[in-house]
């Protein structure tokens, strides 16, 4: 599975990171050409924007991805059964670390990223952390570790007309 979560990082990036592609001389897009990865989300917007680059990213990196989404209840039981079953089928899969982050640290159910992100042979060095909102970042790291990155940021407001408030 480790393996993995390096390809998944391409994967996740290839639509910030496509324009212009890589052309690193230590990064290599075709290195697990061949193989297939198993990555799970719930249906949404960020879904279905990664639902449309995979063939971009198939045809970039040479593997195949077994892509299953589910509705949100459906989602979030079948990733607690299949991590709490230790079977090891779950590649990548989305997850909401304000919910369910330090329970999932804490079962050992994220791989730290911090060394994928830092190896160039593993993430296409036009990749850049800073990239991303720190604070989105920040909620995502347990223990000091990064434990996965955020692909969107919500914010709540609250909007009035002072003249009724």
């Known amino acids: 599975m480790v393996r993995w979560l390096a390809l998944v990082l391409g994967f996740l990036f290839l639509g910030t990171t496509c324009p212009g592609l ?3 001389q230590n990064f290599d897009w075709q290195a697990y ?3 297939t990865i198993r990555v799970i989300q719930n249906k949404g917007t960020s879904g279905l924007a990664i639902e449309s680059l995979l063939p971009e990213f198939e045809k970039l990196a040479g593997i195949k991805v077994q892509y299953e989404t589910y509705t949100e209840d459906q989602y979030r039981q079948k990733v607690l059964l299949e991590l709490g079953a230790g079977t ?3 590649d990548a899969f989305y997850t909401f670390a304000a919910q369910e982050g330090l329970k999932f640290w804490r079962s050992g159910w994220y791989e730290p990223l911090d060394q994928y992100l830092k190896n160039p042979r593993l993430t296409d060095p036009s990749f850049d952390l800073a990239d991303i909102s ?5 909620g995502n790291i347990y ?3 990064l434990t996965s990155l955020p692909i969107q940021q919500n914010t709540t407001m ?3 007309r002072k003249d009724l408030f």
């Open 22 to 24: 890589s052309n690193a």
């Open 88 to 90: 090891g089928g779950l």
């Open 33 to 35: 050409k061949g193989t």
């Open 134 to 138: 720190k604070v989105a970042v920040q």
């Open 143 to 145: 223990d000091g570790k």
């Open 158 to 160: 609250l909007y009035y």
